[in-house]
């Protein structure tokens, strides 16, 4: 049974990667929900992992053996199989979290949340909204698995990014490539521009594509600064047990290198 639902898991991550890194009409196809039937207005990662948590019938015990034996696969494999099985945890265990963190240890309470996640009421308040924020206090990416070159940073490396930028692109992998100063500023100038008209987010970014299609930039800077706005693809934040705390549901690798390049504000997208 664990061996199925690992299997299960594994099948859902190799999902979501296809949907992050196919590229044409196929993108569109897994990106949107058609594909994946759950609430709409959530990133990539997170809507995957509620994917998950429907799949499994909301069952965190079952979640978490197979993250565990996931994890176990992982150590048996070459690095490019590893990559799938790590995110397969991950997913397991981001599942569970969602759930966890607003609901508690009760298993009542866990149930009807996870009946909330799963049948939404449309509620205008629980849609994506974008934030400009300091990138300084942004949560802790907590599974950096697609990039070598990254470790986790302490809250004093951080700040002293935050007092010696960096804006060299390194060539390790496509995350250190980008320019993140000029990207994030890139994308607050689009959603200020962008927000003149009203609307949900996903209006806002397509008001947003339209005028970075003009902005006269490079195909890299022009990627970059929309990839922090997509509500797909940004670095989308959620709420943990307390307003003070929140937990990255997408975006891990990206807000790694914003916070090692020192960048002083960027744009997130806030879930429910
Ligand atoms: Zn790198």
Redesign the pocket.
Known sequence: MVDEDALLARLTARQCWDAETLRGPATERLASNENVELPRGLAHQGRYALRLLNLFDGDLGRLRAAALRCRELAQEEDSHRQAMWMRATDLCEQAVARVTTRAGADPDHQQSYVHRLMHPEPDPAEELAYRVVWVATLPAPHNLFR?S??TPLSTAQRWARQARPTRTP?S??R??AVDWHRASRGARRLLRQARRGAGPVEEVYRRARALAARAGWDTAQREAALSLLSPAEGIIVSPEDSPARWFLLNGQHRTQALLEAGVRRTVVLRAP
């Open positions: 990039a070159c990254m390194r390790c992998c995350y250190h």
